[in-house]
């Protein structure tokens, strides 16, 4: 399974590069790259967007952490956080690997147990939050291109869709539904016993139990979390809309929030990808063109996140190697 899911990985990776070639080239590198050169001192505005947006879910996971110590506060979390983003843009592995690496810096600062519940607690509010923000373009966008009768049945078939998603989540919750609990009860009653799970199973049920009383308890800060989640997705709109004023000979907030939610669909549905290669700027292109920008403008804005992402990684590895020199906080006791 493991070799399988490597040969994936690499065939998926190389596609994005072939894809983001035959993007570019369709597109004309030339108007491309002149493009990106017009930003100039605009790249400092667009490094203190993306540092907004990081503090702002530094913050978010510090509000999930539930410990009996002092609680980090979003300068701590500020590190890990960039060193699991550093991971999960840089490699194939993606979350699995990024996440990990992003508990695993934490544990340096809180127990094991209250940081893994604290990193899928944030996870899952911001999924949520993005959630909310691609149906909002969607919607949006099927106002401004759909017919009404259109507009009817499509907005309303996604209300319902969504509607019903939120309702059984609830109901797993309010009824304590332990679904990792009863997977991990199912595997040993087939007769599958991996060290991984017999040496974890206690520590994997602590968090499930963590998570669930987040949710149950502490609705305050859920939602104060869920708008800062929100909040998170303005600063992509406010890094769009500056890309398209200096690059393009037009800009609008509606292309930058079409533009920032189809991106933010992209990044969930191809977490993946190293670096969202080659997708992140058809989709970029494909949108713009939509509504009467040409594909060059879609793919320069895409190539000058990168180049964003790619400032910040360096940051988050270079953070890596300080934080591989800590101790880890022991599991009765946080600093």
């Not at 019903?164 to 595997?187: E, H, K």
């Not at 996140?305 to 360096?314: C, D, G």
């Amino acid at each position: 399974m493991k070799k399988i899911l490597r040969h994936f990985r690499l065939l998926a990776s190389i596609a994005s590069f072939a894809l983001f070639i035959y993007v570019l080239q369709r597109s004309g590198p030339e108007a491309v790259f002149d493009k990106i050169r017009l930003l100039g001192w605009g790249f400092a505005f667009l490094i203190l967007l993306s540092a907004a947006r990081h503090l702002l879910r530094a913050v978010a996971w510090s509000y999930c952490v539930q410990t009996d110590g002092r609680r980090p506060g979003a300068l701590d979390l500020f590190g890990p956080r960039l060193v699991g983003e550093a991971l999960d843009d840089l490699t194939p592995a993606g979350p699995l690997l990024g996440q990990t690496a992003k508990l695993a810096v934490a544990s340096k600062l809180i127990p094991a147990q209250a940081g893994a519940s604290s990193v899928v607690i944030e996870n899952l509010i911001y999924t949520l939050a993005a959630v909310l923000f691609m149906l909002s373009g969607l919607v949006s966008a099927l106002l401004t291109l759909a017919t009404p009768h259109e507009f009817r049945w499509i907005g309303g078939e996604l209300v319902i869709c969504f509607l019903a998603s939120i309702t059984v989540a609830w109901w797993i919750v309010r009824r304590r539904i332990l679904l990792l609990g009863r997977t991990l009860n199912y595997l040993k009653q087939i007769g599958l016993r991996w060290a991984f799970l017999d040496r974890y199973e206690y520590h994997l049920r602590a968090v499930e139990q963590a998570i669930y009383d987040f949710f149950l308890t502490h609705r305050r800060i859920f939602f104060a979390v869920l708008g800062m989640e929100l909040a998170t997705n303005f600063t992509g709109i406010g890094e769009a809309y500056l890309i398209l004023k200096i690059t393009a000979s037009h800009a609008s907030l509606f292309a930058a929030y079409l533009v920032e939610s189809t991106n933010r669909a992209v990044q969930l549905a191809f977490a993946f990808v190293p670096f969202g290669l080659g997708i992140q700027e058809g989709v970029a292109a494909a949108t713009l063109q939509a509504l009467g920008y040409a594909a060059s403008e879609g793919v320069s804005l895409a190539i000058i996140r990168k180049i964003r992402i790619v400032f910040w990684a360096a940051l988050g590895l270079l953070l890596a190697a300080k934080y591989s020199m800590a101790r880890p906080v022991g599991e009765g006791s946080a600093t």
